[in-house]
């Protein structure tokens, strides 16, 4: 891959089909970040697979209808309208297995996966026997495939994306209520069933549309990879929504940009590809949940710990043996090389030394103290106590605690 080819390819330089493909996979991106989150947050991935793979045999049939109506097979918002009436069905059948039998979801979901794809994989074997299906290329609707995309294909993708994107800033409100508290919402008036149909109608129609650029075994990626990656980043639903809607159209965008500027690399997978990469990255670094910050966050912890073992060590005159608790007060300079304390150490340790047995006469004398279930043991009570409170408490103290 030239760099300058991937360069022109990331402007939309590197012709018309490249650009018409990126667009077309940035607003796929866009619209299936957004309304992953809903998907993500109403912890139904596994309804959204099932939907994906129910769209093959709708594919298939629309196929086969268009043929035999005299059409052109191929034509894309035929295939889109068969593999939504599929997909839909395939969703009705898993909510309708669920509350009317015994079934839990995921067995209902399994079975619809299962049968639904193996008639789609039935169908395309009998399309490729036929004159006009060896030519049809529906295979590529597994793993996607934009070589050759038409204007018309990239505008029913945008036309597609924007109803998504609008219905989704429509029904915000009560998808958020419905994914975190649907017994609340349910009581306040709000149809459960009904919003939860619009979530997955949501991401039904995402998925008829990311069939050309990134194919139904893949779509589930693009609805649930950027959500996960915003909520390393966020708590709130709506900062989230905007954080996975960026993330899916860069996957998508630059992911195009790759696959243009490299030979035979596939579109749909790069893009899976650079969004995982986006996720790796917001696992390792993201400031509240990444696994670097926690790392950091733990050998803080533990140097707190040290430090308050060692100071307490030293005010009741015990020998220090833990080589760790040694270094941390060393590198505090609160200790020098011989082990003895230093000046600021001998303040640390007094100060240590009161704290707990302040502590301790509270514990003792008023065990019902709010200040009980908020002291953890490394934070000075001055932190948590007015001064007027530390001097009541050291006036009721029978003696001075740790000498």
Do not use: C
Not at 127 to 134: E, K, L, N, P
């Amino acid at each position: 891959m030239q760099w300058s080819d991937f360069l022109a390819a990331l402007t939309f330089q590197a012709g018309y089909n490249s650009a018409l493909v990126a667009l077309g996979a940035l607003l796929l991106g866009l619209a299936a970040g957004g309304t992953g989150t809903f998907v993500f947050l109403r912890k139904r991935a596994l309804v959204s697979d099932a939907v994906s793979h129910a769209t093959l045999p709708g594919v298939g049939l629309a196929f086969l209808l268009m043929v035999a109506l005299g059409g052109e097979g191929r034509w894309l918002p035929g295939l889109i309208l068969g593999s939504a009436l599929s997909a839909a069905l395939g969703l009705v059948l898993v909510q309708a297995m669920v509350s009317r039998t015994r079934l839990s979801e995921d067995a209902a979901i399994g079975a619809v996966l299962s049968v639904f794809f193996g008639l789609g994989i039935v169908l395309l074997t009998v399309i490729q026997t036929m004159a006009s299906g060896r030519q049809a290329g529906l295979e590529s609707f597994l793993l996607g495939s934009t070589a050759g995309m038409l204007r018309s294909e990239a505008v029913t993708i945008a036309v597609a994306a924007a109803v998504a994107a609008l219905l989704l800033f429509a029904f915000r409100r009560p998808m958020t209520l419905v994914a975190f508290d649907p017994g609340y919402a349910a009581a306040r008036g709000t149809a459960v069933n009904r919003v939860d149909l619009g979530i997955m109608g949501l991401a039904l129609i995402v998925t008829v549309i990311g069939l050309k650029v990134v194919g139904l075994i893949l779509i589930v990626a693009m609805l649930i990879i950027p959500p996960v990656i915003a909520r390393f980043w966020t708590d709130r639903v709506d900062a989230m929504v905007l954080i996975a809607a960026a993330v899916g159209g860069v996957s998508g965008w630059v992911g195009t940009a790759i696959s243009a500027s490299a030979a035979d690399m596939p579109t749909g997978p790069i893009i899976v590809l650079v969004a995982f990469g986006l996720f790796v990255l917001s696992l390792l670094l993201s400031p509240a949940r990444g696994v670097l910050a926690s790392a950091l966050r733990y050998r803080r912890f533990q140097e707190r710990v040290h430090r308050r073992q060692g100071l307490l060590a030293m005010a009741r005159a015990e020998p220090i043996h833990d080589r760790l608790t040694l270094r941390v007060l060393r590198r505090a300079g609160l200790i020098r090389a011989d082990g003895v304390a230093t000046e600021a150490g001998r303040a640390a340790v007094a100060a240590a030394a009161l704290d707990e047995a302040r502590w301790a006469h509270v514990r003792r004398t008023d065990p019902g103290d709010p200040v009980l279930e908020r002291y953890d043991g490394l934070t000075a009570l001055d932190d948590l106590l007015t001064r007027d409170q530390l001097s009541d408490i050291d006036r009721a103290m029978p003696g001075p605690g740790i000498a």
